[in-house]
């Protein structure tokens, strides 16, 4: 079975910083989909950002990017240029390739707070 | 504008009752999913569901049952509620495919007394 683990419970930025979110996982398989989730205090869970495993590019949504080391099983999260807006649990999280690719394993989050 | 509604925010029930999690999506999505958010646990799947009908146990069933009667209505049932069993509980729809997002509703905070 896939674990995903998130080795940071907390972590603070100031405004306008920024910050690289940590994300490590294990799977013996070598297709695989990898995502981050934001959830802001009582509000819905939304997408960040997702990564193909089978793609070397590091995925980029506008100050969202990814650090992708596949070898590394690694997929860190960098939030450029902080907004107080960004302050949310994070999480990452991870979906078997292919047929019956159905649930995704997430880790246990990440506490982002952002100082003004 | 897509959207995942979970029929009650709050919800309050005693030990030993029979409790319904209703859960809509409207995006006619083939998966739906039923999660469990705890602090310092992230979230673990309970059941999903990848056709009407159609249901597989998560990581944690137990003490746990759903129903997929219609493509956009996934219920979650606690049998015989206890207190362990208070929790966030997030319902998620997304289409078929791995890279596909996931859709999540607001979540029921549900307190077992």
């Known amino acids: 079975a896939q674990t995903v683990t998130q080795s940071q419970p907390e972590m603070s930025v100031q405004e306008a910083e920024t910050v690289t979110l940590s994300c490590t996982y294990d799977?013996?398989?070598?297709?695989?989909?990898l995502f981050w989730y934001k959830q802001p205090p009582s509000r819905q869970m939304i997408l960040v950002i997702r990564?193909?495993?089978?793609?070397?590019q590091n995925a980029t949504e506008n100050r969202f990017s990814v650090n992708f080391q596949k070898a590394a099983k690694s997929f860190s999260l960098k939030i450029s240029d902080s907004q107080l807006g960004d302050a949310a649990m994070y999480f990452c999280?991870?979906?078997?390739?292919?047929?019956?690719?159905?649930?995704?394993?997430f880790g246990k989050g990440t506490k982002l707070s952002v100082i003004p | 504008d897509v959207k995942v509604t979970q029929s009650s925010r709050y919800l309050v029930k005693r030990t030993g009752e029979k409790v319904f999690l209703e859960c809509v999506q409207d995006m006619d999505h083939e998966n739906m999913f039923w999660y469990r958010q705890d602090p310092g646990l992230g979230l673990r799947l309970i059941y999903f569901?990848?056709?009407?009908?159609?249901?597989e146990k998560g990581d944690i069933p137990e003490g746990y049952s759903v129903s997929r009667e219609k493509k956009e209505r996934f219920s979650l049932i606690l049998e015989s509620a206890s207190t362990n069993q208070t929790s966030m509980y997030l319902c998620?729809?997304?289409?078929?495919?791995?890279?596909?997002?996931?859709?999540f509703g607001q979540g029921t905070r549900l307190t077992v007394v």
């Open positions: 998620a729809s997304s289409e078929q495919g791995g890279n596909t997002e996931a859709f």
């Open positions: 569901s990848y056709d009407v009908k159609m249901k």
């Open positions: 799977t013996s398989e070598s297709d695989y989909y």
């Open positions: 990564q193909e495993a089978y793609k070397q």
């Open positions: 999280a991870y979906r078997t390739y292919g047929a019956g690719s159905y649930q995704l394993t």
